[in-house]
């Protein structure tokens, strides 16, 4: 059984293809209205020049200048124009932060976006298909899940999502045109005994 995440960025805001979900406002930081903000990516400095942010949460969405942004304990903690004081920023808390793609800086090779790698189906080398990238996991390194696809016999085989580190050994081709992800599939990595 897999748990569904309660809090979710808004739908409009997380469909548009020319927007980046940063991430979401999860304290206010210090005593002059500084928010922090734990990102979806982990790329933190390609945010830490942007002028803009929208800042959403389910019931309003306001763009908003950025006077100053820091990156501290993997985490990036902003200042954002009209918001002075603690208090301020606490109104902010849950909040979730997007930026459009255009005003970020750009990725390096072999640097991709999480929101661009969500959805990818994932082959073998071989070119057997075995699921699609449902999240990717950032914990010191990245691990990308699987949502395994099902049996052609409608059965549910294997209904577990399962992890693959994201290193170039062993996913050795992302293809964003072709909507496509390969792993090496060594013994033991897909769930396989």
Not at 48 to 74: C, G, P, Y
Not at 107 to 133: A, C, F, M, Q
């Amino acid at each position: 059984m897999s748990l569904a995440r309660i809090d979710v960025p808004p739908q409009t805001l997380s469909d548009n293809p020319d927007l980046l979900l940063i991430g979401k406002i999860v304290a206010a930081h210090g005593v002059k209205g500084a928010v922090r903000i734990k990102c979806n990516e982990r790329q933190l400095s390609k945010f830490k020049k942007l002028k803009r942010v929208i800042v959403a949460s389910k019931e309003t969405e306001q763009t908003m200048s950025v006077e100053r942004t820091l990156i501290v304990k993997n985490m990036l903690v902003t200042s954002l124009e009209n918001i002075a004081t603690k208090e301020d920023a606490d109104k902010l808390l849950h909040h979730f932060v997007f930026c459009k793609r255009s005003e970020v800086s750009k990725l390096e090779k072999d640097e991709w976006w999480v929101r661009d790698l969500i959805g990818l189906d994932v082959y073998t080398t071989e070119g057997v298909l075995i699921g699609n990238v449902c999240d990717v996991i950032s914990t010191g390194s990245d691990l990308i899940e699987i949502r395994p696809v099902k049996s052609t016999d409608g059965k549910d085989e294997k209904n577990e999502t399962f992890y693959v580190p994201f290193v170039k050994e062993l996913v050795p081709v992302v293809r964003l045109d072709l909507r496509r992800i390969e792993v090496n599939a060594i013994p033991g990595l897909l769930g396989d005994e």
